[in-house]
Every structure is written in C-alpha cells, then in structure tokens.
C-alpha cells in the first residue's frame, strides 16, 4: 500500500521574506535620520549640563582659593592644586580629570570672560566656533 503524505511544508517563501525586508528597510529610512537627530540634540543638551556643573565646580573653587583659577591654569585646576592656590581644598570633581564634551573635545575655559565671570564653551560637534544643529556652540553664557 501506497502511503499519502498528507502533510504540507509551511514557511515562507522568497518573494515573502524580500517585501518582509523591503518594509522594515522602508521604516529604518524614514526613522533613522529622526533617532540621528535627537541623538545629535542630546549631546547638545548633555553638553549644556556639564558645563553648568563645571560652573557650579569653579564656584566652590573660588569659595575656597579667593578667585577663579587663570586661563592658564584651566578647569584642571578643579582637580590638580596649582602652584599659588591658597587653601586649595579640592579636588572638586568626583573624577580624577577634567570630563571632555561629548564630542571627545577639551572644554574652553576663560578667566576673566568676556560673557560672564568666566567662560566655558564647546564648539559643538564640528569643533569649529559657530554652526548649527550638532555643530553648534555650547556655552555658560546663554
């Protein structure tokens, strides 16, 4: 006796699997740039509070020393004692160096600013002063 094999194969077949993959390419083009962009304005915004910390920092510093460390001394005064810092009490961030900005670059630091007390800024993520988006400047000034 003959056995019938009665059981059909399922799955999918190639002309399935390649509108499957044409969608999910479709959506990755129209999201992807938006998630690009909002990952661009949270580096902006990440910047913005690092230096708004590194102010309130340079503050306790000048509480204790009298004034703010020079522009040549830098933010890394927060965390090395300078050679003149009176009463140096720090260091004054929890980590053992200067954090970079988001874009891996130093901050700038000027003592007396031109803006302010002093100036801390980053040129964003073109390292070049002026720009938009992610290239924009980030400043304790605005």
């Not at 799955?11 to 390649?18: A, H, V």
């Not at 340079?58 to 703010?68: A, R």
């Not at 830098?74 to 009176?86: D, F, I, R, T, Y």
Request: net charge negative; glycine share 10%.
């Amino acid at each position: 006796m003959k056995y019938m094999n009665n059981r059909r194969q399922t799955g999918f077949t190639l002309l399935e699997l390649l509108v499957v993959l044409g969608i999910i390419a479709m959506l990755a083009g129209i999201v992807g740039p938006q998630v690009m962009k909002h990952m661009g304005e949270s580096k902006t915004k990440a910047a913005k509070v690092q230096i708004e910390d590194l102010a309130a920092t340079l503050d306790m510093y000048k509480l204790d020393v009298g004034t703010y460390p020079t522009t040549d001394q830098g933010l890394q005064a927060l965390v090395e004692a300078p050679a003149n810092a009176k009463h140096w009490n720090g260091p004054y961030l929890s980590k053992s160096k200067v954090p970079l900005d988001p874009w891996q670059n130093e901050y700038h630091y000027v003592f007396p600013g031109d803006h302010g007390k002093f100036d801390i800024f980053s040129y964003g993520s073109d390292s070049r002063e002026g720009g938009t988006g992610e290239d924009q400047d980030v400043d304790s000034w605005e």
